[in-house]
């Protein structure tokens, strides 16, 4: 099992930057990807950025292309935390933020569909023009 806390929402001014964190613990966090989903208003919830703490594959990162040099993923091992760095933001980047436990296979982004096994209880990131 895994519990995911993320916590570093907030308004910001497009252009201005914010940082989300996600602090994971549990038996079975060693065993997943982390990933970075976004969910606005009446879309669907999409992976903006994965990255693979499993100790095999460490380190590779994903990131959706509306985001690519914007946005920087990192983990902190010793701290079992995931962050979000975004930079530059836009008004379309508002949503609630969610980190998500998800098998190292799907953090490439490749598949359609991500299937995540544990949630964390989402944050608000609103970005006004």
């Known amino acids: 099992e895994v519990q995911l806390v993320e916590s570093g929402g907030g308004l910001v001014q497009a252009g201005g930057s914010l940082r989300l964190s996600c602090a994971a613990s549990?038996?079975?966090?060693?065993?997943?990807?982390i990933g970075w989903f976004r969910q606005a208003p009446g879309k669907e919830r999409d992976m903006v950025s994965c990255i693979n703490t499993v100790s095999s594959i460490n380190g590779s990162t994903y990131y959706r292309d509306s985001v690519k040099g914007r946005f920087t993923i990192s983990s902190d091992n010793a701290k079992n935390t995931v962050y979000l760095l975004m930079n530059s933001l836009k008004p379309e980047d508002t949503a609630v933020y969610y980190c998500?436990?998800?098998?190292?296979?799907?953090?490439?982004?490749?598949?359609?569909?991500?299937?995540?096994?544990?949630w964390g209880q989402g944050t608000q990131v609103t970005v006004s023009s």
């Open positions: 998500g436990a998800v098998n190292p296979y799907y953090c490439s982004g490749y598949e359609l569909f991500i299937p995540v096994d544990y």
């Open positions: 549990g038996s079975s966090r060693d065993d997943y990807a």
